[in-house]
């Protein structure tokens, strides 16, 4: 977040677009995932650091967000971390999302109510979080934001003790920001 955006919410000039922002307790959650297998927030911290992002299956931004967030799972895999999806959308629809994106690491549905969601204050997709296994949220962001999943990428590699590795290749014409 820039010095500009930081200092427009403290003067309220800005109102924050995620209540749950870096530095915040990540508020609990217990979702099924496609599965039908329960997961809580509490089990995956126990493994170390979680990366949570929730989306809906419409949203281009989303679709364009996930299969970088399905490298990150990918490098992490065998390690203390845990990388989840978190729907908007009903089992089957996202179903299709996962295979369409290529999205292979674990997937929670939030509830018709939108229990997590609002749980997190969110008003946007895709919003992802890094926390950190003692509940703090390290990293948050809206959109699609290329150095938020690079922070993302280096705090778990730094949390892993591994050398961090570029996340987009260089070929890769990826923008800085896309808007959710």
């Known amino acids: 977040m820039t010095l500009w955006h930081n200092l427009a919410r403290r003067f309220g000039l800005e109102e924050p677009l ?8 990540a ?11 329960e997961y809580s927030l509490d089990s995956l911290l126990a493994r170390g650091p979680v990366v949570a992002a929730f989306f809906k299956i419409s949203c281009p931004v989303c679709q364009f967000t996930f299969p970088f967030l399905q490298r990150i799972a990918e490098r992490f895999a065998g390690r203390n971390v845990s990388v ?3 729907s908007q959308d009903d089992a ?5 999302f996962n295979e369409e994106y290529g999205v292979k690491f674990p997937t929670l549905l939030d509830d018709a109510a939108y229990t997590a969601s ?13 926390i950190a296994s003692d509940g703090t949220v390290k990293v948050s962001c809206m959109g699609f934001d290329k150095a938020a999943l690079e922070k993302i990428t280096t705090e778990l590699a730094q949390h892993e003790e591994i050398a961090a590795a570029p996340l987009f290749k ?6 800085a920001y896309k808007p959710g």
């Open 27 to 37: 508020p609990r959650f217990s979702l099924k995932s496609l599965e039908g297998k």
């Open 118 to 130: 609002n749980a997190y204050g969110l008003t946007n997709v895709p919003t992802t979080f890094l």
């Open 92 to 96: 089957r629809s996202t179903k299709k």
């Open 84 to 86: 989840v999806g978190i």
């Open 170 to 175: 260089p070929s890769e014409v990826v923008p």
């Open 18 to 25: 995620t209540t749950i922002e870096a530095g915040r307790t």
